[in-house]
């Protein structure tokens, strides 16, 4: 998984009875596309979000 596919959890772990969603970035920030990698961000972010709130993961 990565950034650019921001309807996806890249990754789900368990650890001492939490839930850890890992969030895999593989782009460097550079004043080129600092803009659009902020925005794919926001968009991934949002998603785990509505995964959550919305009860999608247990």
Do not use: C, P, R
């Amino acid at each position: 998984m990565a950034i650019d596919n921001t309807e996806v959890i890249d990754g789900i772990a368990y650890e001492e009875e939490k839930l850890i969603l890992q969030l895999y970035n593989h782009w460097e920030f550079t004043d080129e596309i600092e803009k659009d990698h902020m925005f794919l961000l926001q968009d991934k972010l949002n998603s785990y979000i509505w995964y959550v709130l919305g009860g999608l993961l247990f």
